[in-house]
């Protein structure tokens, strides 16, 4: 009968971001990729929902008062239940093409950090869907395995992945987590930093979009060694008259304004290096760092890791998908690789 219910319900694996919210279908990959955020009517007592993912975040930053935009993720956690639930529901529902009879089984990405308290809300969260069954698998495992790393065998490896609300360091040895640490710093910190740093020393002020566009176009880990580097000009609001202004950015601001972010992160990574057993550190220093998540893709931040910890360091093939993947893999293979998880019987 067991094996019954399986074959009629679908399986999804789900990688629940703070930017962005990657969905893995047991048969067809990766089936959904979709901004984590909501359009809500804020007269609407019961949450009178407008739109969700890529249709809600057109609409960040440009609503009337009676329209707010929620992200249900904060740093990789849920900071908003009902919303994270609504959300949940409606990414499952798109993910799942033909309907089945029986609902699915859910395997959910969680940060290494994470505590009992936020994997709880995660896992309720999913069991809210109306889910068959939910596990957990931490997200650096996650990528690890979706990354192809040889997480089995007696040698250490180690794996960076920069997500929008947090980055998470990992070292991994026969199939375990030796080392982890998560920090609380992202592409969404990189975003901020611009917009504190254009503030401050540029007098405009910007949105979100305006600052992911100047990370995306010319954000760089390292300051221009001749010159200004590659430039976007932007518009914005003066900040003393508050008016709009038209103004030319520079790749050495946006750099400049990414340094604290960066340095953070470096020596977070020195740290997980330095704590990693004697016979570990070898092999990391023979086989390098393995570099994934959205934030990764920030030019030159191979470059940067590779200066500050004398380590070299590769970028996962599908850095963007690779915690999609991994856990989906885990997900089809949930007999063999029930280890790994982080609830290892999930919950009924």
């Known amino acids: 009968m067991k094996k019954y219910l399986n074959f009629l319900s679908s399986d999804l694996a789900i990688d629940l971001g703070t930017v962005n919210t990657l969905i893995h279908h047991h048969d067809n990959g990766i089936v959904l990729n979709e901004p984590s955020i909501l359009a809500v009517d804020k007269a609407d007592l019961n949450m009178g929902i407008i739109a969700i993912g890529s249709k809600a975040k057109e609409m960040h930053g440009r609503t009337p008062e009676n329209i707010?935009?929620?992200?249900?993720?904060?740093?990789?956690?849920?900071?908003?239940?009902?919303?994270?639930?609504?959300?949940?529901?409606?990414?499952?529902?798109?993910?799942?093409?033909?309907?089945?009879?029986?609902?699915?089984?859910?395997?959910?990405?969680?940060?290494?950090?994470?505590?009992?308290?936020?994997?709880?809300?995660?896992?309720?969260?999913?069991?809210a869907t109306g889910a068959r069954k939910v596990f957990l698998i931490e997200e650096p495992m996650a990528a690890a395995i979706g990354s192809d790393l040889p997480i089995n065998e007696a040698k250490g490896s180690m794996i960076i992945d920069i997500g929008g609300g947090t980055t998470e360091i990992a070292i991994i040895?026969?199939?375990?987590?030796?080392?982890?640490?998560?920090?609380?710093?992202?592409?969404?910190?990189?975003?901020?930093?611009?917009?504190?740093?254009?503030?401050?020393?540029?007098?405009?002020?910007?949105?979100?979009?305006?600052?992911?566009?100047?990370?995306?176009?010319?954000?760089?880990?390292?300051?221009?060694?001749?010159?200004?580097?590659?430039?976007?000009?932007?518009?914005g609001k003066e900040?003393?008259?508050?008016?709009?202004?038209?103004?030319?950015?520079?790749?050495?601001?946006?750099?400049?304004?990414?340094?604290?972010?960066?340095?953070?992160?470096?020596?977070?990574?020195?740290?997980?290096?330095?704590?990693?057993?004697?016979?570990?550190?070898g092999d990391i220093y023979e086989n390098g760092i393995l570099l994934t998540g959205g934030g990764s893709l920030l030019d030159n931040m191979d470059v940067v890791i590779e200066r500050a910890t004398g380590l070299k360091v590769k970028y996962a093939e599908e850095p963007l998908s690779s915690v999609a993947l991994g856990s989906g893999k885990v997900m089809k293979n949930i007999k063999t690789m029930r280890d790994t998880l982080s609830t290892p019987y999930g919950r009924h």
Do not use: W
């Open 68 to 127: 707010e935009t929620i992200k249900p993720m904060r740093e990789g956690i849920i900071a908003d239940y009902l919303a994270a639930e609504e959300m949940l529901k409606y990414f499952i529902s798109k993910s799942l093409l033909n309907k089945n009879l029986f609902s699915p089984r859910l395997m959910i990405c969680v940060p290494a950090s994470s505590t009992p308290a936020e994997r709880k809300a995660i896992l309720d969260s999913g069991l």
């Open 173 to 235: 040895s026969l199939g375990g987590i030796v080392f982890s640490k998560s920090i609380r710093v992202g592409g969404n910190e990189f975003d901020k930093s611009i917009i504190s740093n254009l503030r401050r020393n540029e007098n405009i002020h910007i949105g979100e979009i305006t600052a992911e566009q100047l990370k995306i176009h010319i954000g760089s880990g390292i300051v221009p060694k001749h010159g200004d580097g590659r430039k976007m000009t932007i518009k």
């Open 239 to 281: 900040i003393t008259e508050g008016v709009p202004v038209e103004k030319e950015i520079t790749e050495r601001h946006i750099s400049e304004s990414l340094a604290e972010a960066l340095f953070e992160i470096t020596e977070t990574i020195k740290e997980a290096f330095e704590s990693a057993p004697p016979e570990l550190t």
